[in-house]
């Protein structure tokens, strides 16, 4: 089963799983996350249902660039970041 992990940024704010899932897509693997914990979808998508401009997902060690669909192919074996990304100086 793919596993998606949530990095410590997010557990600033709610709490953070590391979820199994067979979905076939982010889409839906974050779908699975967000029944686990329904506040986290929140911090993830925006109000559209589209990946926040300050979160970022890496699957598989490849950054995710499609960030309204969420379509991005899982396989079994996948492992996929979801992470804020930061800015400061």
């Not at 506040?39 to 998508?45: E, I, K, N, P, Q």
């Amino acid at each position: 089963m793919a596993r998606l992990i949530f990095t410590q940024q997010l557990a600033r704010f709610t709490a953070v799983p590391q979820v199994d899932t067979t979905a076939a897509t982010l889409r839906g693997g974050l779908d699975t996350a967000f029944a686990a914990n329904p506040l986290l979808r929140g911090y993830v998508l925006d109000d559209q249902g589209h990946l926040r401009e300050n979160v970022v997902v890496f699957i598989d060690g490849r950054r995710s660039e499609e960030r309204i669909r969420l379509d991005d192919p899982l396989t079994p074996d996948s492992t996929v970041y979801i992470l804020q990304a930061l800015s400061g100086g």
